[in-house]
């Protein structure tokens, strides 16, 4: 399983980024896709997941109403649109893709393949 990342950039606070995770080498079907970052000096935090199978998300507390994440199993591609960026969102955003047909968690040990990541930078 390779899982890829892309999209990341600089933007100025309240803009807009979309992320992307392209995945292959496994089927959608029994799969969840999560999206995860680490800013600088600080624990990995879970964003967003999504369960391929009904693609049902669940988000964050902190970026809920801002991002949206959103599946396209035909390409076994994972996107991210966020929204309304704020400074603190600035971080390495990773995709990372754990065996989940339902409910994803954003839990990173449960994850088993993991993205390089990907740098988003809010300016204020």
């Known amino acids: 399983v390779q899982l890829q990342a892309s999209g990341g950039g600089l933007v100025q606070a309240g803009g807009s980024l979309r992320l992307s995770c392209a995945a292959s080498g496994f089927t959608a079907e029994h799969r969840s896709i999560g999206w995860f970052r680490q800013a600088s000096g600080r624990e990995r935090e879970g964003v967003a997941c999504i369960s391929l199978n009904d693609r049902d998300p669940y988000y964050a507390e902190s970026v809920r109403g801002r991002f949206t994440i959103s599946s396209n199993n035909a390409r076994n591609t994972v996107s991210l649109q966020m929204n309304n960026l704020q400074p603190e969102d600035t971080a390495v955003y990773y995709c990372?893709?754990?065996?989940?047909?339902?409910?994803?968690?954003?839990?990173?040990?449960?994850?088993?393949?993991w993205g390089q990541g990907t740098l988003v930078t809010v300016s204020s």
């Open positions: 990372a893709e754990m065996w989940r047909p339902y409910s994803c968690l954003l839990v990173s040990y449960e994850y088993e393949h």
